[in-house]
């Protein structure tokens, strides 16, 4: 994970309401443990995660659409 991009920070107000994510203690400590080894907050690596999650999931969809 050491291609992580330098994004600044967002504007007050322009995001959304937070997002409930529900995890057991077991993923909330594994979340923890990665967000602390990158020096980031447990929201920042949470949202870092979904990102990444919905590109995977796009791309996974447009190849599905070719075939």
Same mark, same amino acid.
């Given at each position: 994970?050491?291609?992580?991009? %330098?994004?600044?920070?967002?504007?007050?107000?322009?995001?959304? =309401?937070? &997002?409930?994510? #529900?995890?057991?203690? /077991?993923?909330?400590?594994?979340?923890?443990?990665?967000? %602390?080894?990158?020096?980031?907050?447990?929201?920042?690596?949470? =949202?870092? &995660?979904?990102? #990444?999650?919905?590109? /995977?999931?796009?791309?996974?969809?447009?190849?599905?659409?070719?075939?």
């Amino acid at each position: 994970m050491n291609n992580l991009s %330098k994004v600044g920070r967002t504007a007050k107000g322009v995001t959304s =309401r937070p &997002l409930g994510v #529900r995890l057991t203690p /077991d993923e909330v400590d594994e979340v923890e443990g990665y967000a %602390k080894e990158l020096e980031r907050s447990r929201a920042w690596f949470l =949202r870092f &995660l979904i990102l #990444r999650g919905l590109a /995977d999931y796009k791309r996974e969809l447009a190849s599905k659409s070719t075939h």
